[in-house]
């Protein structure tokens, strides 16, 4: 099945194009060819009425006053012939075009051209002809006799090609003319369709809320469909979110008594419930997290925007210990996600950064394989190994430095940074700066554009 609507009526109007130029071919074929039968027939017919006008009768038969003066007629094979037979038998009077041939209708071909008879004239070609059955004189001097008028069948095929032969150039030419057109009015016509997919990409990328009224009356009902099913889904996303907020806040107070109540148990049994209480706590943040992520999948943030903001806000602090900003991120580069989801996660790290940084922080992004874009956050602290990058993005483990210092961090900001990116369809990875200190690399997907 044909699913390109253009494809499909380009097609349409090629059939459509051809059908309706074999028609006027064939239409006008045949009335050129009617038109060219009347006018060699109207031609023969003023020959035999010049011929029978021009007869009389002598004693020893019919007599011609004098022949036509077309000179046609006195050539061998002319291409012009007359033959007038008496009913009586004696010899007929012939054109001297006609040669040593005499006419005769059992001669004549079955299959009539044009409305013409058909024979073999002298030079061995058809001839086409007319006959009239025709008298003289009155009483018993009244003589019947037969008249005939022909000519080459080739004179007449040669008038028709040369209408034909303009004929089937000038259909092509209109033929190409009339797809162009139709081309053009498939282009324009579904250029509407363009508009919606665009306005729809922009929707999807978080551009627009939702599709403007303006255009053709005929895409007005579904851009109305569209625009109810967006608000519906606004309104779902709203009663999802409040419903996630209700659970988390219906969470909390259960599981903090259940941790005041586990305070009585022996102390093997309280660390065992107190892990699988935090447990339950913290894959509840996540999927309640996931959850309320996975309907802003449509959100469009720009990174230099969001990070500009939080590096605004952690200035007063750096200023005091003289550490130092850099930022080398495309004013450009947009991520699909939620603003406060990406601040949320960026400011954890840079949280991290501005605990442990030295003299610089410096953020820089690009984009990556995949339609995604690389957030780098590096430092010149301390740093921690190797071994301990990958522990440190689980919920509640601290970094070396924390723990052999003052110990301020929770061991959570990481960890739900990772946790947002995953939702998003990214990760965050941690590595070795090349200042020497942590480089915190998260990764989002970048804002999805569609060509119109």
Known sequence: MIRSLRFRLAIGALISIGVALWLAWFVLGHLFEDYVADQYSAEMTAVSDALGARLTIQQNGLSLASEPSDARFQIPAGGLYWQISPADGKPPLRSRSLWDQEL???????????????????????????????????????????????????????????????????????????????????????????????????????????????????????????????????????????????????????????????????????????????????????????????????????????????????????????????????????????????????????????????????LTATRGDGGMVLLRIADDGPGVTPERYASMLKRGVRGQQEEDGDGAGTGLGLAISGDIANAYGGKLSLSRSHMGGLEAVLCLPATKEIAA
């Open 104 to 362: 005769s209708r059992q001669l004549f071909s079955p299959d009539l051209y044009c409305g013409f008879y058909q024979t073999e004239g002298p030079d061995g070609g058809t001839i086409l002809i007319t006959v009239r059955e025709m008298s003289i004189g009155e009483g018993d001097a009244l003589q019947r006799f037969t008249l005939y008028t022909a000519f080459s069948k080739n004179d007449m095929e040669e008038a028709l090609a040369t209408y034909h032969r303009p004929l089937v150039m000038m259909l092509i030419a209109i033929g190409a003319l009339l797809f162009l057109a139709a081309l053009l009015q498939s282009l324009v016509g579904l250029r509407p369709l363009s508009r919606l997919r665009q306005d729809v990409a922009d929707i999807r990328a978080g551009r627009l809320p939702s599709i403007g009224a303006q255009g053709p009356s005929e895409v007005t009902p579904l851009v109305n469909e569209i625009n109810l099913l967006l608000s519906e889904r606004e309104n779902a996303v709203e009663r999802a979110r409040a419903r996630a907020s209700d659970l988390a806040h219906g969470l909390k107070t259960p599981l903090t008594v259940l941790s005041h109540l586990v305070e009585d148990l022996p102390g093997a049994r309280r660390e065992t419930a107190l892990q699988q209480i935090e447990l339950v706590r913290q894959r509840a943040d996540r999927q309640l997290q996931a959850a309320r992520m996975g309907v802003e999948q449509m959100a469009t943030t720009s990174l230099l925007g969001i990070s500009g903001k939080l590096v605004s806000v952690l200035s007063p602090v750096t200023e005091n210990r003289g550490i130092d900003w850099e930022l080398d991120i495309d004013p450009a580069l947009t991520v699909q996600a939620d603003p406060a989801d990406a601040a949320e996660a960026i400011g954890n790290i840079l949280d991290n950064a501005v605990r442990f940084a030295r003299r610089r922080i410096a």
